[in-house]
C-alpha cells in the first residue's frame, strides 16, 4: 500500500526524543530502582521531584519523576526542536492544524511548548534546550546497575495509527518500519525517526493515547544481564517482565523492566543506522510475526495489555490489548 510522503520542509524541526515525564508514588523507592538497578545518574531533585540522565547524557535530564499521591501515571513525553523560533512556529501551526499548543515553565529547560499534534494524539512537549553537565562515561565508579546510556525512543499506542501516522510525516519524521493489515491494508504499527536511528516515536493500534514504555540504550548484553541480576538481588526479579530477547530488522535486542509504579523502561543495544534518504523502510504485513520476534515465545499478556496513562486523559477507541507481539 501506499504511505503518506515524508515533508521535506517541515513546519518546524523536531531533532529527537528528549525526555519523558512520570507521576510516581514513592520518590524514594522510585529512585533506588532507577539508580540502583537501570543506572540512572541524579541531575537534580528535592522532596517531591527528581531529574534523571543516563551516563552518556551531556543534558540536564531525560526522565522527570514526580511525587504523586494520585495514581501513577506519565504527564508527557518530550522531543528537542533545533530552536526558539521553531516552538513558536510549531505554536502557530499546531493551534492552526487541528493539535493544540501552550507554553509552559519548566526547570532546566528553555523554552517548552506543551502540544498535541492532533485529536487523541498523546502529549508531547517540546523543548528548545536544556543546561549541559558533565557526561559519566569515563567516570567508572559512578557507575552503577544497567549503566543507561541515553534515551532513544518511544511507544504509544493510539486509536488511530494512521491518522497519526499521517500527521507526524507532515512534521518531517520518516518511517523506518510500519506494518498494515493482512486484509485490509491498514497501518497497525510504524517506527518513526528523526534522529538518524530507526526510531524515535513508536505508534501501535489500541485504546490511546497511553505510553507502552521509554527506551534507553545500554552499552553491551552484559550490562542487560547486570541489570536483571541486581533486579533479583533488590527484590525486583518480577520487574524482569520479558526478554532479554531479540527483534526483527535491526536486529535489536531487548529486555523490558516494570518500575515500582508499573511504567514499562525497555533496555535495547545500540541500534543501527536509519540516515540516508533514500533508505527505504521495512514492512511486514499483520501474519509476520516470525519477522518482529524470530525466535522464542511471545511477550506475556500483561506486556499487551498493561500501559502507562497519560495524566487526565481516559484511552478510548479500542481494544486493551496491543494487535501483536511486535516490540
Given at each position: 500500500?501506499?504511505?503518506?510522503?515524508?515533508?521535506?520542509?517541515?513546519?518546524?524541526?523536531?531533532?529527537?526524543?528528549?525526555?519523558?515525564?512520570?507521576y510516581v508514588k514513592d520518590l524514594a523507592e522510585s529512585l533506588r530502582?532507577?539508580?540502583?538497578?537501570?543506572?540512572?545518574?541524579?541531575?537534580?531533585?528535592?522532596?517531591?521531584?527528581?531529574?534523571?540522565?543516563?551516563?552518556?547524557?551531556?543534558?540536564?535530564?531525560?526522565?522527570?519523576?514526580?511525587?504523586?499521591?494520585?495514581?501513577?501515571?506519565?504527564?508527557?513525553?518530550?522531543?528537542?526542536?533545533?530552536?526558539?523560533?521553531?516552538?513558536?512556529?510549531?505554536?502557530?501551526?499546531?493551534?492552526?492544524?487541528?493539535?493544540?499548543?501552550?507554553?509552559?515553565?519548566?526547570?532546566?529547560?528553555?523554552?517548552?511548548?506543551?502540544?498535541?499534534?492532533?485529536?487523541?494524539?498523546?502529549?508531547?512537549?517540546?523543548?528548545?534546550?536544556?543546561?549541559?553537565?558533565?557526561?559519566?562515561?569515563?567516570?567508572?565508579?559512578?557507575?552503577?546497575?544497567?549503566?543507561?546510556?541515553?534515551?532513544?525512543?518511544?511507544?504509544?499506542?493510539?486509536?488511530?495509527?494512521?491518522?497519526?501516522?499521517?500527521?507526524?510525516m507532515e512534521l518531517g519524521f520518516r518511517p523506518s518500519k510500519y506494518?498494515?493489515?493482512?486484509?485490509?491494508?491498514?497501518?497497525?504499527?510504524?517506527?518513526?525517526?528523526?534522529?538518524?536511528?530507526?526510531?524515535?516515536?513508536?505508534l501501535g493500534q489500541a485504546a490511546g493515547p497511553r505510553l507502552h514504555?521509554?527506551?534507553?540504550?545500554?552499552?553491551?548484553?552484559?550490562?542487560?544481564?547486570?541489570?536483571?541480576?541486581?533486579?533479583?538481588?533488590?527484590?525486583?526479579?518480577?520487574?524482569?517482565?520479558?526478554?532479554?530477547?531479540?527483534?526483527?530488522?535491526?536486529?535489536?535486542?531487548?529486555?523490558?523492566?516494570?518500575?515500582?509504579?508499573?511504567?514499562?523502561?525497555?533496555?535495547?543495544?545500540?541500534?543501527?543506522?536509519?540516515?540516508?534518504?533514500?533508505?527505504?523502510?521495512?514492512?511486514?504485513?499483520?501474519?509476520?510475526?516470525?519477522?518482529?520476534?524470530?525466535?522464542?515465545?511471545?511477550?506475556?499478556?500483561?506486556?499487551?495489555?498493561?500501559?502507562?496513562?497519560?495524566?487526565?486523559?481516559?484511552?478510548?477507541?479500542?481494544?486493551?490489548?496491543?494487535?501483536?507481539?511486535?516490540?
Open positions: 500500500m501506499s504511505i503518506p510522503p515524508v515533508s521535506t520542509t517541515p513546519p518546524f524541526n523536531i531533532t529527537r526524543a528528549s525526555h519523558v515525564r512520570y530502582f532507577y539508580t540502583e538497578i537501570l543506572g540512572f545518574v541524579i541531575s537534580d531533585q528535592d522532596a517531591d521531584v527528581a531529574y534523571l540522565r543516563g551516563i552518556e547524557e551531556s543534558c540536564h535530564h531525560s526522565i522527570v519523576l514526580m511525587r504523586t499521591k494520585g495514581e501513577p501515571a506519565a504527564e508527557c513525553i518530550g522531543m528537542r526542536v533545533g530552536s526558539e523560533d521553531d516552538l513558536r512556529r510549531a505554536y502557530e501551526y499546531l493551534n492552526a492544524n487541528g493539535g493544540t499548543a501552550e507554553f509552559v515553565d519548566r526547570p532546566y529547560q528553555s523554552l517548552s511548548l506543551l502540544t498535541t499534534f492532533a485529536a487523541g494524539a498523546p502529549p508531547i512537549e517540546l523543548c528548545s534546550g536544556m543546561p549541559v553537565v558533565p557526561r559519566l562515561l569515563n567516570n567508572f565508579p559512578a557507575q552503577k546497575g544497567g549503566r543507561v546510556l541515553r534515551l532513544d525512543h518511544y511507544q504509544c499506542v493510539v486509536a488511530d495509527v494512521p491518522g497519526m501516522f499521517a500527521k507526524c506494518t498494515t493489515h493482512v486484509d485490509t491494508g491498514q497501518i497497525l504499527s510504524a517506527f518513526l525517526t528523526r534522529k538518524g536511528n530507526p526510531h524515535d516515536l513508536v514504555h521509554s527506551s534507553y540504550v545500554v552499552s553491551d548484553l552484559q550490562a542487560i544481564f547486570r541489570a536483571a541480576d541486581i533486579a533479583g538481588n533488590l527484590g525486583y526479579g518480577r520487574n524482569v517482565e520479558h526478554g532479554p530477547g531479540r527483534h526483527g530488522p535491526p536486529n535489536g535486542i531487548f529486555i523490558y523492566f516494570r518500575d515500582p509504579d508499573g511504567h514499562r523502561i525497555e533496555f535495547i543495544l545500540p541500534p543501527m543506522q536509519f540516515m540516508d534518504p533514500e533508505d527505504l523502510p521495512n514492512t511486514w504485513l499483520s501474519t509476520q510475526s516470525v519477522s518482529l520476534v524470530p525466535w522464542g515465545g511471545g511477550p506475556p499478556q500483561r506486556w499487551r495489555e498493561e500501559m502507562t496513562k497519560f495524566a487526565g486523559i481516559e484511552p478510548s477507541g479500542g481494544t486493551l490489548a496491543r494487535w501483536t507481539s511486535m516490540g
